[in-house]
């Protein structure tokens, strides 16, 4: 993975797989609010969610955001409490990245979706239609909508 010198406003971006290889050092000296951008993020493995949580065990007394969380980082979420929490009791999530495909026009769109809208209504990832900007036909979900759901109803 790599941890992204360059940001986007404020947010340090993280891109490539979450591994055991991952060197969070550029981070350790970043003033709190810490803010990580996963919009890059492509998987996750078992080693790299221990190191991740080995990191977030770091961040202690320093506020740490989370941005554009993809569906692969959120299914570690909910299913190992210390990555991360909708709530902000560790590793806050600010926002939800969700993924479409045009099948008409075979082309990927994403939508950065904030968690406070979603906790508001679980159900908007399901509600609010989407359509192609070219063709305007529906976009097709990328992503288990029930899991945003689950995550953000509990």
Request: charged content about 30%.
């Amino acid at each position: 993975m790599t941890i992204s010198a360059k940001r986007d406003g404020d947010r340090w971006l993280l891109e490539g797989v979450l591994d055991e290889f991952v060197d969070y050092a550029p981070l350790a000296k970043t003033p709190s609010p810490l803010k990580l951008d996963l919009r890059g993020l492509k998987a996750i493995n078992s080693h790299g969610m221990r190191e991740w949580i080995k990191f977030i065990g770091s961040t202690k007394g320093k506020t740490l955001e989370i941005y554009n969380c993809p569906s692969v980082f959120l299914v570690a979420v909910d299913l190992v409490p210390d990555v991360a929490s909708p709530t902000g009791d560790l590793a806050t999530l600010k926002s939800c990245r969700l993924e479409f495909t045009c099948p008409r026009c075979v082309k990927d769109f994403s939508l950065e979706l904030g968690t406070e809208k979603i906790r508001a209504n679980p159900r908007l990832v399901l509600e609010e239609p989407r359509s192609c900007p070219r063709c305007k036909l529906n976009l097709t979900q990328e992503f288990d909508a029930e899991m945003y759901i689950t995550l953000f109803e509990a």
